[in-house]
Nanobody
Framework: QVQLVESGGGLVQPGGSLRLSCAAT????????MGWYRQAPGKQRELVAR???????MYADSVKGRFTISRDTAKNTVYLQMNSLKPEDTAVYYC????????WGQGTQVTVSS
């Protein structure tokens, strides 16, 4: 069973930046489109960005122009660079394939607040 381990979250002021990482325990993740999802309190989990095996990317309108997803297949790792963070970006962030194939990891908390 592939495990996903997210890291890099924290507390940041509005306008700040964070870089999230997601490490998969198996190289099979390299065969799939990978995505970053988030779940804010009281809301459903949503896909915010995805990257295909050849590097094509897609972003939700709410993060377009501020977030950048990338992957390092050799390291079985996916990244999410988040710039110009807003309070509404506050959520637990998760990675998984897109569509979802693996068990969810613990996620990493991102809090944007002054």
């Amino acid at each position: 069973q592939v495990q996903l381990v997210e890291s890099g979250g924290g507390l940041v002021q509005p306008g700040g930046s964070l870089r999230l990482s997601c490490a998969a325990t198996s190289s099979t993740s390299g065969f799939y489109t990978m995505g970053w999802y988030r779940q804010a309190p009281g809301k459903q989990r949503e896909l915010v960005a995805r990257v295909t095996t050849v590097g094509n990317t897609m972003y939700a309108d709410s993060v377009k122009g501020r977030f950048t997803i990338s992957r390092d297949t050799a390291k079985n790792t996916v990244y999410l660079q988040m710039n110009s963070l807003k309070p509404e970006d506050t959520a637990v962030y998760y990675c998984n394939t897109a569509p979802v194939r693996y068990t969810w990891g613990q996620g990493t908390q991102v809090t944007v607040s002054s």
